[in-house]
């Protein structure tokens, strides 16, 4: 189990950029994939980005590659997403996740999630 905590969230004008962070628990972060997930307002929640136990591999959906990267420190036991060109649609609770699967996770790999923290993005 992998304890994860969001931060960075908040209120931005489209074009502008955010920064999150995510803290996890424990000396075995090394271990999991990291992923950032977000949920809007009356939709499901969908995938953003991920990437591999060593940050060699990154994943992204179509809507956000090329605006965001996800990397991490595993020394610092942290994941980061740098979200720049923000847009309305970016609007959501984001979640910050961890898989057991290290390499090539799919969704249902996630088993550990973060509380959220919310970003608006205004127009």
């Known amino acids: 189990q992998v304890w994860l905590v969001e931060s960075g969230g908040g209120l931005v004008q489209a074009g502008g950029s955010l920064r999150l962070s995510c803290a996890a628990s424990g000396r075995t972060f090394s271990m999991y994939a990291m992923g950032w997930f977000r949920q809007a307002l009356g939709k499901e929640r969908e995938f953003v980005a991920a990437?591999?136990?060593?940050?060699?591999?990154?994943y992204y959906t179509d809507s956000v590659a090329g605006r965001f990267t996800i990397s991490r420190d595993n020394a610092k036991n942290s994941v980061y997403l740098q979200m720049n060109s923000l847009k309305p649609e970016d609007t959501a609770v984001y979640y910050c996740?961890?898989?057991?699967?290290?390499?090539?996770?799919?969704?249902?790999?996630?088993?550990?999630w973060g509380q959220g923290t919310q970003v608006t993005v205004s127009s």
């Open positions: 990437t591999s136990w060593s940050g060699g591999r990154s």
């Open positions: 996740a961890a898989s057991r699967q290290r390499v090539d996770p799919t969704k249902d790999d996630f088993t550990s």
